[in-house]
């Protein structure tokens, strides 16, 4: 069964880093981008980070330019997220584009069940 499985997520103070993981099975990443998006209650799906699978080209969304970063092995996509700030609190889901990079969620076609991010004091 071809799925996303995100880990990684967890409860943190203002400053503090979180590496999450999506770990990719079956022919997932035949794609040519990967991309991580974020929802916070009440609020939209919000772009957060893709990374092109051959170039590994990487693009960010604004509000966390300078402070994540996206990177793949084989079979995982990573995003790194330092400096955290209690608007980063969402959970965090990652997905596969249907063709290259995106910033729009319709653009995906597969999800995972996301991992939660607290950030709080």
């Known amino acids: 069964q071809v799925q996303l499985v995100e880990s990684g997520g967890g409860s943190v103070q203002p400053g503090d880093s979180l590496r999450l993981s999506c770990v990719a099975s079956g022919r997932v990443l035949s794609s040519s981008a990967m991309g991580w998006f974020r929802q916070a209650p009440g609020k939209e799906r919000e772009f957060v980070a893709c990374?092109?699978?051959?170039?590994?080209n990487t693009y960010y969304g604004n509000s966390v330019k300078g402070r994540f970063t996206i990177s793949r092995d084989t079979d995982t996509v990573y995003l790194q997220m330092n400096s955290l700030k209690p608007e980063d609190t969402a959970v965090y889901y990652c997905?596969?584009?249907?063709?290259?990079?995106?910033?729009?969620?319709?653009?995906?076609?597969?999800w995972g069940q996301g991992t939660q991010v607290t950030v709080s004091s």
């Open positions: 997905a596969r584009a249907r063709g290259g990079y995106s910033e729009l969620a319709s653009e995906y076609d597969l």
């Open positions: 990374i092109r699978w051959g170039v590994r």
